[in-house]
């Protein structure tokens, strides 16, 4: 690509359309109807402060957390437009208690797990929030859609990624090919290519995890987070410490300059909190992209089986050489 050429999202599709022709069709038809829902969010996202789109709608997802009415628009964003198009056979989202039959959609080749809006916490308070996204392939064209094609492993994922609505608002996804990020130009309302290739560093000096739940941690993770505030100015420690609380913007900061996201079981919870179909399939498909590593601790992430829609899981991610330090940790607390 030359010095200062501008490639629009939709033309990288259509150049990788010749290069994996997995990604014609149907499937790139979805990634358009997902940016369209990206910038309709991201429209509503900035007029928050402005409309009546902030608060509570007053009642509680299948999570039992209150859903705020950005959460959702978003989700109806989503499902409105995958009705229209019917290249989805169907969308499962964390806001939703059961799957969402699209009505134009009984031949099409591919399921959608969303979450519309993560982060959703953060709204009231103009911090980072964003949208999850992850694309399966029915099993058999055959057949009926049944809980085989919708509970895959993350292995099977044919694409994932993630919008995040912040200073800029950017476009970031894999088609199993590396990972690529967009960042929507406001004045001609296009995603522009500006994250190119993007890799991770293998090591970091960053650590994101909520330690005001720290007593209720394994101690093996106790002992990672002890270690990473330990001063050692060989090793350049203490790392630095960020945590948002949107899963989303920890996460992306991570990717592009190194580091560790931490959500590990606690003794309340003791399955981890965050959502396997919606959360932790499409970001683990995304770091091992970009050369990091995803893990409950004791087990990669996409190897996971799902058992049930809203499914949660204890999750390891990010740099690889940190995720394999907690994994050395958890085990040899373990085998004392």
């Given at each position: 690509?030359?010095?200062?050429?501008?490639?629009?999202?939709?033309?990288?599709?259509?150049?990788?359309?010749?290069?994996?022709?997995?990604?014609?069709?149907?499937?790139?038809?979805?990634?358009?109807?997902?940016?369209?829902?990206?910038?309709?969010?991201?429209?509503?996202?900035?007029?928050?402060?402005?409309?009546?789109?902030?608060?509570?709608?007053?009642?509680?997802?299948?999570?039992?957390?209150?859903?705020?009415k950005l959460d959702v628009i978003s989700n109806d964003v989503f499902k409105r437009l995958m009705d229209m198009s019917g290249d989805c056979i169907c969308v499962v989202s964390e806001e939703d208690d059961d799957i969402h039959w699209c009505p134009n959609g009984a031949d099409a080749k591919y399921i959608l797990a969303i979450d519309p809006l993560d982060g959703?916490?953060?709204?009231?308070?103009?911090?980072?929030?964003?949208?999850?996204?992850?694309?399966?392939?029915?099993?058999?064209?055959?057949?009926?859609?049944?809980?085989?094609?919708?509970?895959?492993?993350?292995?099977?994922?044919?694409?994932?990624?993630?919008?995040?609505?912040?200073?800029?608002?950017?476009?970031?996804?894999?088609?199993?090919?590396?990972?690529?990020?967009?960042?929507?130009?406001?004045?001609?309302?296009?995603?522009?290519?500006?994250?190119?290739?993007?890799?991770?560093?293998?090591?970091?000096?960053?650590?994101?995890?909520?330690?005001?739940?720290?007593?209720?941690?394994?101690?093996?993770?106790?002992?990672?987070?002890?270690?990473?505030?330990?001063?050692?100015?060989?090793?350049?420690?203490?790392?630095?410490?960020?945590?948002?609380?949107?899963?989303?913007?920890?996460?992306?900061?991570?990717?592009?300059?190194?580091?560790?996201?931490?959500?590990?079981?606690?003794?309340?919870?003791?399955?981890?909190?965050?959502?396997?179909?919606?959360?932790?399939?499409?970001?683990?498909?995304?770091?091992?992209?970009?050369?990091?590593?995803?893990?409950?601790?004791?087990?990669?992430?996409?190897?996971?089986?799902?058992?049930?829609?809203?499914?949660?899981?204890?999750?390891?991610?990010?740099?690889?050489?940190?995720?394999?330090?907690?994994?050395?940790?958890?085990?040899?607390?373990?085998?004392?």
């Open positions: 690509m030359e010095k200062n050429t501008i490639v629009t999202l939709n033309q990288f599709i259509a150049d990788q359309q010749n290069q994996f022709p997995f990604v014609k069709g149907s499937l790139s038809r979805i990634f358009r109807d997902i940016q369209l829902a990206a910038k309709m969010i991201n429209r509503d996202v900035r007029k928050a402060g402005l409309i009546d789109i902030l608060g509570n709608f007053g009642e509680t997802n299948i999570q039992g957390e209150e859903q705020k959703s916490s953060n709204i009231d308070v103009n911090a980072s929030i964003g949208s999850i996204f992850s694309i399966y392939k029915r099993l058999s064209p055959d057949k009926p859609v049944d809980n085989e094609d919708i509970m895959q492993a993350g292995v099977n994922q044919v694409a994932a990624g993630y919008v995040i609505y912040g200073t800029a608002t950017m476009f970031v996804y894999t088609t199993g090919s590396g990972v690529n990020g967009f960042t929507l130009d406001d004045s001609i309302m296009e995603f522009c290519l500006s994250h190119p290739e993007i890799k991770t560093p293998q090591n970091g000096s960053i650590f994101s995890v909520n330690e005001g739940n720290l007593n209720e941690f394994h101690p093996g993770v106790i002992e990672y987070v002890n270690w990473c505030k330990g001063n050692n100015k060989e090793e350049k420690r203490p790392y630095s410490a960020r945590y948002i609380g949107s899963l989303i913007a920890d996460f992306h900061r991570n990717l592009l300059k190194g580091g560790i996201y931490l959500y590990p079981a606690t003794a309340k919870a003791p399955n981890g909190k965050l959502r396997l179909l919606y959360e932790c399939n499409p970001m683990a498909f995304l770091v091992e992209q970009a050369g990091g590593k995803a893990t409950t601790g004791s087990q990669r992430i996409m190897e996971i089986q799902p058992e049930n829609l809203h499914q949660r899981t204890p999750l390891i991610i990010g740099s690889t050489e940190m995720v394999n330090q907690v994994e050395r940790l958890l085990s040899n607390v373990a085998e004392q």
